[in-house]
């Protein structure tokens, strides 16, 4: 994705070189490097609807678990999707519980 001059990949030791100065130049506050795009990325593939193997795939990672490790805390409505889902499925069905109403 980001290359030297001569088409050759950026080695990881020399990024806060080239990162820095342009992060400055684009207003970005310090601490903000490639570890936070990474995040921010993934945080954007969860919050529209991606898979954990898909996000563990485009962001490089062995394992869901590694995925799920560091995001799960991102697949918030998870519960509700679910709960959504179950009703969907019974929602032809006929009741046979009783409906119970508070007094």
Excluded at 24 to 31: F, K, N, P, R, V
Excluded at 61 to 71: C, E, K, M, P, R
Aim: net charge negative; hydrophobic share 40%.
């Amino acid at each position: 994705m980001f290359t030297t001059s001569r088409g050759t990949p950026i080695k990881r030791g020399s990024w806060s070189d080239i990162w820095r100065p342009a992060a400055d130049e684009a207003g970005l506050t310090q601490g903000t490097g490639l570890h936070v795009c990474r995040h921010t990325y993934a945080s954007a593939l969860i919050r529209y609807g991606e898979s954990v193997k898909t996000v563990q795939h485009l962001m490089g990672q062995g394992s869901a678990v590694t995925t799920l490790n560091i995001y799960a805390h991102l697949w918030p409505d998870a519960d509700d999707r679910a709960r959504v889902a179950v009703d969907a499925i019974f929602a032809d069905v006929p009741s046979v519980c009783p409906v119970v109403i508070d007094e």
